[in-house]
């Protein structure tokens, strides 16, 4: 945490301009790290192979499936929906971006609404909590039944994998509010909306911004689900156009591109994180 005065013989302007470098260095670092990990897999891996160790054939190294992404040209789909390998990643991640978001508005509604009352906690909770179990692919038939196939139902997958646990996720953070803080604020004459406005939201969406986070990965996982099984869009179904045509050059540039957006999703959230999120003390993600 950034000190308020200067040290002796720098000015506040000089420490801000180091403190800026310093930020600056630390995201370098963090796709630095990552990158020199990827590439010392990717050269074991080319070593392994080039040593005859694997077969090639169904365990391609990554300077053969990256160059048949360059020189094939492949869609995925029927018709008019038929995309290329990035528009598939942008069609997956919009998916799932969707209905995280629908999730988190919806989560967030419900959880203020039951911690607020007894009844609604009493009416609404159990459902929650009988919900929250069951696997976001289990929703594919019924969102099929409802949208058909399509960007609907995909979103429709993610928003009810989610939406269940950042909803009980908010009631707790709710319940652990430290209560001095609401003590402290209610001795000072801050009405009943004024709590909520000034101190259990500041310090409940931190805490729900983190599983959030933690759910864009489930969030992730249900939309390639849905795209493997229901919907002939995105990397899920280009995992499964490989895996029909016995191509596993296609296969591991799918697994590459989730894995990539995945991380890269990730970190962006953490950024976002750390900047809206200002007055709470963040560790190293």
């Known amino acids: 945490m950034m000190s308020s005065q ?107 609404l039951i911690s607020l009352s007894e009844i609604p906690s009493r009416l609404i909770m159990p459902l929650i909590q009988f919900a929250a179990p069951i696997a976001p692919i289990a929703w594919l038939p019924l969102g099929i039944l409802l949208f058909g196939i399509g960007d609907k139902t995909a979103v429709f997958i993610v928003f009810m994998g989610t939406v269940f646990i950042l909803t009980i996720a908010t009631v707790a953070a709710v319940q652990n509010v430290d209560k001095d803080l609401l003590n402290v604020a209610a001795s000072l004459g801050a009405k009943r909306w004024q709590q909520w406005r000034y101190v259990i939201l500041p310090a409940i969406l931190p805490q729900v911004f983190t599983f959030v986070r933690i759910n864009f990965f489930a969030a992730w996982m249900a939309v390639l689900a849905a795209e493997m099984v229901g919907i002939k869009t995105g990397l899920g179904a280009m995992i499964m156009l490989g895996r029909e045509s016995a191509n596993f050059n296609l296969i591991l540039i799918g697994m590459f591109f989730i894995g990539a957006c995945g991380w890269l999703i990730d970190t962006g959230l953490a950024l976002i994180q750390r900047k809206l999120f200002w007055w709470r003390a963040w560790g190293q993600d």
Request: glycine share 8%.
């Open 6 to 112: 200067a040290p002796f013989g720098v000015s506040r302007s000089e420490e801000l301009i180091a403190q800026r470098g310093a930020n600056r260095q630390s995201w370098i670092w963090r796709f630095a790290y990552p990158f020199f990990a990827l590439l010392v897999v990717w050269l074991t891996w080319e070593s392994i192979s080039y040593s005859r160790l694997l077969d090639t054939t169904i365990f391609p190294p990554p300077s053969q499936f990256f160059s048949y992404l360059w020189r094939e040209d492949f869609s995925i789909g029927i018709g008019p929906s038929q995309m290329g390998i990035f528009g598939a990643a942008v069609a997956t991640f919009l998916r799932a971006m969707a209905g995280l978001i629908i999730g988190i508005i919806v989560a967030l509604t419900l959880g203020l």
